[in-house]
């Protein structure tokens, strides 16, 4: 779990580093981007063993455990196999995150490549175009190995997570469904953003279950971080905010102060960079308090319309038919596990209030989206994947609440 | 009730697992068989280059893209027809300008209009495409 955990870590280091030390003036090129790599690689090997790592917990060898295993080993191979071979190819990929990427190599610069493509480069942060940049300027044809190591990551940390809490049955079933939760094995093997939005937003909530648990700062500042990273890599959903309330939540009833402080100093800064970003190089500040207050106005202003409820119906159908549908079988796995929960309370309520919170934002989201945009019904895909994050937590959920059954399946 | 529920929760759990199974089953052969598929050209090209590669993900759009590129100059104008082509077709792509800059690029690529400039015009069939040097 430390290697996988470096790895995201090391990720999201090196792509900020690359962006500072460009806004400073450096200059992206081979040389510089191995120095800003060494200068990431450096606190990672100071940090490694404060790191959290997966469990040593004895258990008798299995058939079934070792199939699922052999099992995820092989679809990681995949993955990784396929990443070796496969290039930028998909639309979004290739007029957005990897040109902006292959002009920051031409150009050495983030700011001549804006200049280049135009207000378009702004859309999302530049975490992928980052990693991109830096796999191009070390010569590699690629930077698809770089989404299959987040995927495989991902699982490692999944599972570790899982295996403080249940056996090694549950904990591999729990990944093996991960691996088939819709979407996330086909985008390892695409380059978008929404793997890496998904992968550091989940594992940001997970990291947090654990402080709110363990009591461990580690686990703070690691949940802060990467919910933060969230906002670096997909700037624009506010499903940050979910993890941001229950951390602030969890630490003032519990008078976790110094962890407080902590967790926010590893969020706030990533979560104002690109926005703060855009509105300088736009001249327009808008703070995230007068965004939301807008949002509640665009509600509250169109609540009062007459064709309020003729949108709010579209809305529910548009939902229905974009996250309900495609994720029917993890809704099916959340709601069983609600079920459970009413004859055993062993799970707390932080993950469920936060995976109904994130159903709400995303409801109500697409509501706003639908009275302020005109073409709100053009993006049903956008919406589908954007909610890839829900499915991590949900399979915790359920994986925890099968364990409260207190059956050991499969041992 | 919920005593009820209680005594009988772990075959109620067994029946939604199985039926979870049920469900999973069918994505999980869904995935499989596109594992095996997004494996093929590994094994079918395995020494593919990037323009190989896209080549194979767009069969007719992208060795139209290379032909533009070998015929025109870099500070060219590139006119693309206005066409309605469907999601999923060949040259569905040349409908969309901003795809078609990213390839060409640094070639400036417009949308045909009434008034054309000095550049060059792509143009396409059912069976053919090209593009003509506009004088």
Not at chain 1, 235 to 255: A, K, M, Q, R
């Amino acid at each position: 779990m430390r290697l996988a955990i470096s790895y995201l870590l090391g990720l999201s280091l090196l792509t900020l580093l690359m962006f500072g030390a460009n806004l400073l003036g450096l200059s992206l090129n081979t040389t510089n981007s191995l120095l800003l790599f060494a200068l990431t690689v450096i606190p990672l090997i100071f940090l490694y063993p404060h790191l959290p790592s997966t469990p040593k917990i004895s258990t008798s060898p299995s058939k079934l455990n070792k199939i699922l295993k052999g099992i995820i080993l092989i679809l990681s191979l995949v993955v990784l196999l396929n990443d070796c071979y496969r290039i930028v190819g998909e639309w979004d990929s290739l007029t957005l995150y990897d040109f902006r990427a292959r002009r920051i190599v031409e150009t050495g610069s983030i700011a001549k490549a804006a200049e280049i493509q135009g207000s378009y480069f702004y859309s999302y942060p530049l975490f992928t175009s980052l990693f991109h940049s830096f796999a191009y300027l070390l010569g590699f044809y690629s930077p698809m190995l770089i989404y299959g190591l987040i995927f495989v990551s991902f699982l490692t940390i999944y599972y570790s997570l899982l295996r403080t809490h249940v056996n090694e049955f549950l904990s591999l079933l729990g990944t093996i469904l991960l691996i088939f939760a819709p979407h996330l094995f086909w985008h390892a093997q695409i380059a978008y953003t929404n793997l890496a939005y998904a992968t550091y937003l989940s594992l940001g909530a997970l990291f947090l279950l654990e402080w709110k648990d363990n009591k461990s700062t580690i686990f703070a500042i690691l949940g802060m971080f990467f919910t933060g990273t969230s906002v670096w890599v997909r700037s624009t959903e506010p499903f940050w905010l979910g993890n941001l309330i229950l951390f602030l939540v969890v630490g003032l009833s519990n008078f976790r102060f110094k962890d407080i402080i902590y967790g926010l100093l590893s969020f706030y800064p990533l979560q104002q960079l690109w926005k703060r970003y855009v509105a300088a190089m736009f001249h327009n500040v808008e703070s995230t308090v007068s965004q939301i207050q807008g949002s509640v106005a665009t509600v509250a202003t169109a609540a009062i319309q007459p064709t309020f409820l003729q949108l709010l119906s579209d809305t529910i159908v548009f939902f229905t038919h974009s996250i309900v549908r495609p994720y029917a079988p993890v809704l099916l796995l959340f709601a069983i596990s609600l079920l459970m929960q009413l004859t055993k309370r062993r799970l707390s309520l932080f993950l469920i209030s936060l995976i109904i919170f994130d159903l709400l934002v995303s409801f109500i989201g697409t509501y706003v989206f639908a009275i302020t945009q005109s073409y709100w019904r053009e993006i049903p895909g956008s919406l589908e994947r954007m909610m890839m994050f829900i499915s991590p937590l949900i399979i915790y959920v359920f994986i925890i609440t099968i364990d409260s059954t207190k059956k050991n399946y499969g041992q | 009730m919920v005593n009820k529920i209680s005594r009988y929760s772990h075959y109620i759990l067994w029946i939604l697992i199985t039926f979870l199974i049920f469900i999973r089953v069918k994505s999980i052969l869904v995935s499989s068989s596109n594992f095996i598929k997004t494996l093929e050209p590994i094994f079918q090209h395995p020494f593919a280059t990037t323009d190989e590669k896209l080549t194979m993900k767009y069969p007719r759009y992208y060795p139209l893209i290379q032909e533009i590129k070998r015929l025109t100059p870099e500070d060219a104008t590139i006119y693309l027809p206005i066409v309605n082509i469907e999601y999923g077709q060949p040259l569905w792509a040349l409908g969309q300008i901003q795809m078609t800059q990213t390839l060409l690029y640094p070639r400036t690529v417009k949308k045909y209009s009434e008034e054309l400039t000095d550049g060059y015009l792509v143009f396409y069939t059912d069976t053919t495409q090209g593009i003509i040097k506009l004088e």
